[in-house]
């Protein structure tokens, strides 16, 4: 058995390099007839005049060229005349020219002692031409591509080694250049850039490491939320350290055709071995790295698991002190294979977070520079303002700003474009045509300020920034927005209540001044709901349950999906505990409001003349 495999193994080394000797003859052999016959049709069916280049000209050319005897032969044609002359070098060159009714043309050519000749019309067979026209060089091509594909079976007997010839990786491959990127460019990120820091200072200095024994990381994955710069981290490593860098997606890997995918894989290490040292960037990970099942059904053999085991194989098979640092990127950590993620393989894996207050101000900055920026622009308020905004995010904003200030007709981004285009990107576009009746918005002005008024009476709360009523592409009739004066990593039990008191506050506003309650409240209802769990299930604020963790979160990078593990009878407490948390808040919310409604409509009829209204302009209003 272990000869028969060894065996295999040959066989399909030979497909794979295109070592086969025999092949590469037969396949020269039908190259080599394929010309020839291509050289005979061009020979003996194309007139020999055809083959040379052809000169057209005009007929007072022709007279003067036969009159200086430069003209040494003439054929007449149907539609043209064809003729061989010197040319100024001394050659004989090909011309043509108009047909022209001249009676003297004859006489002319007889005097200079020109050999002409007229073609005779004859009735060509319709069969013939079709046949020499279109059933000859169809039959031609269809027995190329027979043999071809003949010859490309053989190629693939044997079950995938044929198919498996086809595997490249089709990865690309940066090299330095102008416009490569360094740690200069990534912001945000410093902790991630110190970590691999490293990895650059060996590929320089790769003898330091060695001399203790130390050997580099072969694999580095780098795991966060879309859009906070890890393939620019890596790109970033590979313009420091001045290597190679090959790019590709997990997605290139999966193919129809089982065994492909492996032998892209092979490709790509191959290549790398070749141009190492180098960075191989496999983006998207999770694609190929899956966890394996216990091969139950179809015995576990299939596409995406025989690559997954070629690239376990070709992590071993490379050494780390040979200069190959294998990088890659995945915001769904959970799902990989254990083995993909022992050392040895990855060994390390780096954090890529989304940014702090600090971070995002960096991340603004270095995104402005490609902009024309007012000078006086506050970039630290914009960032308070996109707190969980990711680096892509931070790029987004600074180029709606942009097309903003080209829109407005100003020659360089302003505060005023970067705050617009924040609530942009949070809440849509201004629906400028939009019709609202003068009864809903009168309701959506006591919904805002229900927010902003709750929120300024508790302490504790973020600061109201602005107010504003214009509807919005999201589906927003208008919305409050409140900006923290600085980072906040943690929440206290006191702090999440007010944010769900706080949301509660436009419902309150509507039932205290109207009598009755609309649809406007469907997201804060959504996100108080969401909280308030939270609170119980994951956040251990409940005294019933004390610090029992009832949810899991399953998916931490993308949307922070969640799961309960529980009876039925505890998943019916927990229901209770969540009512009860919305219940208060939303008397509390009743409560303030009636303690202070006379501002409340003082306020709201403010908001409902001006639209929008500024923090400062609502705290102004308040504190009279």
């Known amino acids: 058995m272990a000869d028969d495999k060894n065996k295999n193994n040959r066989k399909w080394n030979v497909n794979l390099n295109n070592e086969n000797p025999d092949k590469r003859r037969t396949t020269a052999y039908y190259l080599l007839m394929a010309l020839s016959v291509l050289m005979f049709l061009n020979y003996f069916v194309l007139p020999s005049y055809m083959n040379r280049s052809v000169e057209e000209v005009t007929y007072s050319t022709f007279l003067n060229q036969v009159s200086t005897g430069d ?129 650059v200072d060996y590929l320089h200095q790769p003898k330091k490491y060695q001399d203790i024994g130390a050997k580099n990381p072969k694999g580095i994955l780098l795991v966060g939320p879309p859009g906070t710069g890890k393939t620019l981290l890596a790109r970033a490593v590979a313009g420091e350290a001045d290597v190679p860098f090959f790019s590709i997606s997990g997605s290139e890997f999966v193919e129809m055709f089982v065994g492909r995918g492996a032998a892209k ?38 596409e995406r698991e025989q690559t997954l085991n070629q ?16 990088l890659a990127a995945t915001n769904r950590p959970e799902s990989l294979d254990a083995a993909l993620l022992r050392p040895g393989r990855f060994d390390r894996r780096v954090p890529v977070e989304l940014p702090d207050l600090a971070g995002r101000e960096a991340i603004l900055k270095v995104h402005a520079t490609n902009y024309k920026m007012d000078p006086s622009i506050n970039y630290n308020t914009i ?16 180029n709606e700003g942009g097309l903003r200030a080209v829109r407005e007709g100003r020659n360089a981004v302003t505060q005023s474009d970067l705050e617009e285009s924040v609530e942009t990107v949070i809440a849509g576009y201004q629906r400028k045509n939009a019709v609202i ?49 600085g980072e ?65 979160q399953t998916n931490k990078y993308l949307g922070g999906d969640t799961s309960m593990n529980v009876s039925a009878g505890m998943a ?8 009860d948390i919305i219940k208060q808040a939303h008397e509390k919310a009743i409560a303030i409001l009636n303690e202070n409604s006379e501002k409340l409509h003082e306020l709201s009829h403010h908001l409902l003349v001006e639209e929008t209204i500024t923090g400062a302009e609502f705290m102004k209003i308040l504190g009279e």
Not at 493 to 519: D, P, W
């Open 437 to 485: 009746s003068p009864k809903e918005k009168e309701i959506v002005s006591y919904h805002e300020i229900g927010h902003a008024l709750v929120a300024a009476k508790q302490t504790e709360s973020a600061p109201v920034h602005k107010i504003t009523i214009i509807p919005r592409t999201s589906g927003a009739l208008g919305y409050t927005m409140q900006i923290e004066e």
């Open 572 to 579: 019916e407490q927990v229901d209770r505990e969540v009512l």
């Open 265 to 302: 894989v092979r490709d790509l290490f191959k290549e790398a071995n070749e141009k190492a040292p180098c960075i191989v960037f496999i983006d998207e990970i999770d694609t190929i790295g899956k966890k394996r099942d216990n091969g139950s059904f179809g015995g576990g053999n299939d």
């Open 311 to 326: 690239l376990l194989a070709e992590m071993d098979g490379f050494e780390a002190n040979k200069g190959i640092i294998l």
């Open 71 to 199: 003209v040494s032969e003439v054929k007449l044609e149907e539609t043209q005349i064809t003729f061989v002359a010197t040319d100024d070098a001394g050659d004989k060159q090909v011309y043509i020219t108009g047909l022209i009714d001249d009676p003297t043309l004859v006489t002319r050519l007889e005097e200079a002692d020109v050999t002409f000749s007229k073609d005779i019309p004859t009735e060509a067979s319709p069969i013939l031409s079709i046949l020499v026209s279109w059933v000859l060089p169809l039959l031609l091509f269809w027995g190329l591509g027979s043999l071809l594909g003949k010859q490309m079976a053989k190629r693939m007997g044997g079950g995938a080694g044929g198919a498996l010839s086809f595997g490249k990786s089709n990865a690309k491959v940066y090299v330095k250049a102008g416009d490569s990127k360094t740690f200069k460019d990534v912001a945000g990120q410093d902790e991630a850039k110190e970590a691999l820091s490293e990895v």
């Open 488 to 552: 906040k990593s943690l929440m206290t039990k006191q702090e999440l209540f007010n944010k769900i008191v706080t949301l509660a506050g436009g419902r309150a506003a509507e039932e205290i001044v109207f009598g009755s309650i609309t649809t406007g409240a469907s997201n804060d209802i959504e996100q108080m709901t969401r909280m308030a769990r939270a609170m119980i299930t994951r956040y251990g604020m409940s005294d019933t349950f004390d610090m029992m963790q009832i949810e899991t």
């Open 383 to 398: 960032a308070r303002a996109t707190s969980g905004a990711s680096g892509a995010e931070l790029a987004n904003i600074i």
